[in-house]
């Protein structure tokens, strides 16, 4: 038999095979046609490509059935509870462009600042108020100033503000707004270099202001952007504040300078309005075993009556609605806080950790760690003269708030970011 009429008879014979079902022999004809040399006919050239993708189709199933049975062997990994992997270029900048120096295990101190990301806040931030203020009569403006500072101004006095005058808000972005806001960034900073940073956080804010805790996340997600792709980032952060008037205007400039940035943050935000220590338990109708973070910024009464009863109020919230592998953070003054247990502080770290956990055990919190963020190199306080000598040299300046504050309330020196809190991480 010639070649030709013996290709013919392996083709009729693959034909008869395959009209028959029998797909087995088929094959096998299949390869002996491919032995002989012969060219495929486009019958032989289907039913070919049909067994291949038929191999690839089973071996995409054995390498998904291998995958899935290591995975078992693994603790399961929810994509919300990720973890964001420290990026060491971005943490050698941080340390370089706030001038972070620890001094010892807890005390950390920082004199500068990141000039692109808070000038441009600080710029949009007097912006903001200028258009504000251009709304309200010369004259009742200076009055609700003025009222709204020396309510807001207690606090450097250990007395507890009432915050409810019309301008509180715009004084309190004055005042204190970018300094906290420096805070909160370093804090944020702390927990993204400690490694608890995942890629999707719920975040309880109590006694909110006008969000400050959310404005430094969002300026730290910003900064860190320029490093990692975050587009997996998703932020559900919860306000609770009383004053509807910073939820208001916290909200408000979000808008105008937060969500108009070149990346804004991934972020869903819900803004409730509430007094958690009117007498009338509210706590429970926030989500339970929901949030990953719980953050206190400020908000621990001078008077020990409001804190004890402000503090069972946390307990619970902290109780029932952080997750099990939830953090707390907290954020108070030093002097405040050393206040709390008419103690002095000093450079002894046994007594000033003694000092935190008694603090967090109060709070039915562990303590986890903390950090002491100063401006100075000295727990040891200072005159307020020493201290302006210092900041007028060493610390960055407030340069376009401090034009705004001297033109309304007459100060005659610089505002500068200044640093004198205690950062504190616990867990239930």
């Given amino acids: ?47 070919r490509d049909k067994l291949q993708l038929e191999r690839y189709s089973l071996d995409y199933k054995r390498e998904i059935a291998n995958l899935s049975q290591k995975l078992t062997h693994f603790p399961q990994v929810q994509a919300d509870n990720l973890k964001l992997s420290p990026n060491e270029e971005f943490v050698n900048l941080v340390y370089q462009i706030f001038q972070l120096i620890q001094h010892d295990q807890y005390k950390i101190q920082s004199t500068g600042i990141d000039k692109d990301i808070f000038e441009n806040l600080e710029i949009k931030l007097v912006e903001y108020l200028h258009e504000e203020f251009s709304k309200v009569p010369e004259k009742q403006l200076s009055i609700k100033l003025e009222d709204a500072f020396e309510d807001i101004n207690n606090l450097k006095i250990g007395q507890d503000p009432n915050y409810s005058f019309s301008l509180t808000p715009h004084v309190y972005f004055m005042k204190f707004f970018l300094e906290n806001v420096y805070c909160l960034y370093l804090a944020w900073f702390f927990i993204y270099q400690n490694g608890l940073f995942s890629n999707k956080l719920n975040i309880l804010d109590i006694a909110a202001g006008p969000g400050t805790v959310a404005y430094a996340l969002a300026l730290f997600l910003q900064r860190i952007s320029d490093f990692d792709n975050l587009s997996q980032t998703h932020i559900s952060y919860y306000s609770l504040e009383k004053q509807d008037s910073f939820q208001f205007r916290g909200l408000q400039f979000w808008r105008k300078f ?15 309005t509430v007094d958690l220590f009117s007498g009338e338990d509210k706590s429970h109708k926030l989500p339970q075993d929901f949030f990953d973070f719980i953050v206190i910024s400020h908000c621990f009464f001078s008077d020990i009556s409001a ?14 609605c952080l997750k099990k592998e939830g953090y707390v953070l907290l954020i108070v003054q030093d002097k405040k806080l050393f206040k709390f247990y008419n103690a002095q502080q000093s450079e002894d770290q046994e007594i000033e950790r003694n000092v935190v956990i008694k603090f967090t055990s109060e709070l039915g919190l562990e303590l986890v760690w903390y950090k002491y963020l100063t401006s100075r ?45 205690y950062v504190i991480l616990a867990r239930k």
């Fill in 1 to 47: 038999m010639s070649n030709p009429i013996a290709n013919w008879w392996l083709s009729q014979q693959f034909k008869l095979a395959l009209s028959r079902g029998d797909t087995q022999k088929a094959v096998k004809i299949l390869h002996d046609i491919q032995k002989s040399g012969a060219k495929f006919s486009w019958l032989e050239k289907l039913f």
């Fill in 258 to 272: 937060i969500e108009l940035s070149t990346n804004p943050i991934n972020a869903y935000f819900r803004f409730v």
């Fill in 307 to 320: 804190r004890l009863q402000a503090n069972n109020i946390y307990k619970y919230v902290f109780a029932n």
């Fill in 377 to 421: 190199n000295s727990r040891l306080p200072c005159s307020a003269r020493e201290f302006a000598k210092f900041a007028e040299e060493t610390l960055p300046k407030q340069i376009y708030m401090t034009q705004m504050i001297q033109k309304y309330f007459n100060q005659k020196h610089d505002s500068n970011y200044k640093l004198d809190d």
